[in-house]
T-cell receptor, first 117, second 113 residues
Framework: GAVVSQHPSRVICKSGTSVKIECRSL??????MFWYRQFPKKSLMLMAT?????????EQGVEKDKFLINHASLTLSTLTVTSAHPEDSSFYIC?????????????FGSGTRLTVV | DAKTTQPPSMDCAEGRAANLPCNHS???????VYWYRQIHSQGPQYIIH???NNETNEMASLIITEDRKSSTLILPHATLRDTAVYYC??????????????FGKGTLLTVNP
């Protein structure tokens, strides 16, 4: 149990366009979802935290107007990278907190490799 | 959350036990020790967690010292597929926006044939 599906796994987009990444909890309800970004050979950096039905909370230095997060239900959160630029190329990973089993930590998606050309 | 210190890299022979240390000398009484790993180009995977007792599951064992200032993750029979970055994270238990998971640099474990 506790599976998080992230889609797409890879995406290439042109500079200036927007890209949407979906994160779904398949077999549980996620109270909170988190979005991370990871550059090559670096650790995961938390970008934002989203709770179902409320606005996302962004970490310092993360542009909320550029990285739009929507958490419309207890099983789906989306991250939209707007007006993407080559420096936004990165590995984006979501994670979800199981509403009924918070002590077990978080389940992560498989990640989305974004390349902006 | 308490900070952790891990060696940047370790090597292990296939079939042998891999022992990954983690120091967390500033851990608080209500903080758990969590271990995750990240295989290249994948999302992190939960391995195990514990508060003060040793824990074992199908993936690994977690040994926490009596003073809780350090712990060791043990992979009893490492395989090539265990090559990954292993993260030791200390935090209070709970889900939700107040319980962020912050990753350090972790230990790159390389299992050699």
């Amino acid at each position: 149990g506790a599976v998080v599906s992230q889609h797409p796994s890879r995406v290439i987009c042109k500079s200036g366009t927007s890209v949407k990444i979906e994160c779904r909890s398949l077999d549980f309800q996620a109270t909170t979802m988190f979005w991370y970004r990871q550059f090559p050979k670096k650790s995961l950096m938390l970008m934002a935290t989203s709770n179902e039905g409320s606005k996302a909370t962004y970490e310092q230095g993360v542009e909320k107007d550029k990285f739009l997060i929507n958490h419309a239900s207890l099983t789906l959160s989306t991250l939209t990278v707007t007006s993407a630029h080559p420096e936004d190329s990165s590995f984006y990973i979501c994670s979800a907190s199981h509403r009924d089993k918070p002590v077990y930590g978080y389940t992560f998606g498989s990640g989305t490799r974004l390349t902006v050309v | 959350d308490a900070k952790t210190t891990q060696p940047p890299s370790m090597d292990c022979a296939e079939g042998r036990a891999a022992n990954l240390p983690c120091n967390h000398s500033t851990i608080s009484g209500n903080e758990y020790v969590y271990w995750y790993r990240q295989i290249h180009s994948q999302g992190p995977q939960y391995i195990i967690h514990g508060l003060k007792n040793n824990e074992t599951n199908e993936m690994a064992s977690l040994i926490i010292t009596e003073d809780r200032k350090s712990s060791t993750l043990i992979l009893p029979h490492a395989t090539l597929r265990d090559t990954a970055v292993y993260y030791c994270i200390v935090r209070v238990a709970g889900g939700g926006s107040n319980y962020k998971l912050t990753f350090g640099k972790g230990t790159l474990l390389t299992v050699n044939p």
